[in-house]
């Protein structure tokens, strides 16, 4: 097996005991806290910090940060990258701060445009549980350009593990010392969680001979060039968390203020199922995009981009099509118990099942949005991401005033501005690389998604015909014959990606 299969495999694994592991944490969190007043103060307090590093940083660390640090490396100046990555280290830095400040000092606010339908109660306890949680921004700011750097640097193993520590930290509180401290030690929890996110990395980093120093110059030619990709990257990288945003307020107003909570577990769940895969693709082809960008290959550029897309869509059609299938018992089986009751059953797995038709387009949609950050051409997934919010603000509007879809209608909204954004994508992907998504590709992926259909029909019969088994024993064998089912149908039509997986795997 090859390295880079190697370091692939360990990412996914990472990835995937990291997200089991979030998943676990809200598993916890539902059966303490529910959709009651608690659980819906504390999602909406921990929803608010993670909403401003995706919308103000998050993609800009990751997608501009890493282009122009790897742009001083590729020319051999190892100086002048330290320099830059010191300087906008230090930037984040103080952004972060004087957000942790100006939100401690205004928290109503703050809580007002995430959740302005919760009661007066939800909302004092949601106020006071965010300014404990703010900071978290500050060292999730600060962990994510350490990731850069190292990714930079093609170390992937160390970034790869920092939420499975921040995630066994929160674990730990909540299964030894929640009886105790409740839902405020929770928060602060938390903040040493995502707090070390950022300390478990800098063994790592000074072991790839990095220094840091205490500078801020904004003339530096590196912070002028992320400046200038940042606010395309920054707006391109908003359909998730504003979308979420979105729904969570208009959510706020259905089942007495907890529908937002009914949102929030649901949209966590798919995107821990959805991030698995979809992040630790994007997360090892960027740098080498970014490579391949700076050297001019477009052959190879496009090459790594067409295997990626095929690849996301043959790991997730099973995926989508399976949670729509299972969504009911999936909720219930991860958070059924305590406080999360019969009708927090119900209203999850609606959203669920509506979340996971946008899966798909995700994933296409992470890839080739990194595609065009690596060729530095922001403005094109801005454009995109702005069409697909306006689309998903539009429908939760409809849905919310003219139909009685509740929850189901809005996390519909957003999945259907996925796809709309994914259409766009597509028409400037074939524009810059002269018809990649081409007859060939999309017949594949309809070939693909037929295989996920004729696997979703046998996995609704072996469904009915097991429910008398037990929910459990039902839904393990059911899982176990779509797996192979999908499998054998990919081998069927030959599917190119699973051979050539198989054949690494053989040598």
Known sequence: MNKAVKTVSFIVVATFLSKLMGLFRDVLVANYYGTGVLGTAFLNASTIPVAFFDLTLGAAILSSFIPVFNGFLQKGDKEKAYEFSNSFINLVFVITVVFSILGAVFPDFLVNIVAS?????????????????????????????????????????????????????????????????????????????????????????????????????????????????????????WVQPITVLINKNFASYLYSGSGSAVLDYANRLYIIVVGVFAFAITNYI????????????????????????????????????????????????????????????????????????????????EIVNKCFYALKKAKIPMIASISGIVLTAVLSWVFMKYTTFGVNGLALSSSVGLIFVSVILSVFVNKEFQKLVDGKLLLEIFKTLLCGLV????????????????????????????????????????????????????K
Do not use: H
């Not at 037990?470 to 393990?476: D, F, P």
């Open 117 to 237: 339908g919760i009661g007066t109660d939800a909302k004092e306890i949601t106020a006071r549980l965010l300014i404990i949680l703010l900071p978290t921004t500050v060292f999730t700011g600060l962990a994510y350009s350490v990731v850069g750097i190292l990714q930079s640097f093609d170390e992937f193993n160390i970034p790869s593990v920092i939420s499975l520590v921040s995630n066994l930290i929160v674990i730990g509180y909540l299964l030894f010392f929640n009886d105790k401290f409740g839902v405020y030690g929770l928060a602060i929890t938390m903040l040493l969680g995502w707090s070390m996110q950022l300390f478990v990395q800098i063994p790592a980093l000074f072991k790839k001979g990095y220094r840091y120093r205490f500078v801020l110059n904004f003339k530096n030619e590196g912070i002028k060039d992320v400046a200038k990709l940042s606010l395309p990257i920054l707006v391109a990288s």
């Open 286 to 365: 960027f740098p080498s995009m970014s490579r391949f960008g700076t050297d001019g290959d477009k052959q190879q550029f496009a090459k790594v981009l067409k295997s990626s897309i095929k690849t996301i869509v043959i790991i997730t059609v099973p995926i989508f099509l399976g949670m729509m299938l299972l969504s009911k018992e999936i909720i219930t089986l991860v958070y059924a118990r305590g406080e999360f009751n019969e009708l927090s059953v119900k209203l999850c797995s609606g959203a669920l099942f509506f979340y996971s038709i946008g899966m798909v387009s995700y994933g296409y949609n």
């Open 455 to 506: 696997m979703f029909a046998i996995g609704w019969l072996v469904k009915s015909v097991t429910a008398g088994a037990g929910m459990i024993l039902s839904v393990a064998i059911t899982v176990i014959i779509c797996a192979v089912v999908y499998f054998l149908l990919l081998l069927l039509i030959k599917n190119e990606e699973l051979l050539q997986v198989m054949k690494k795997g053989v």
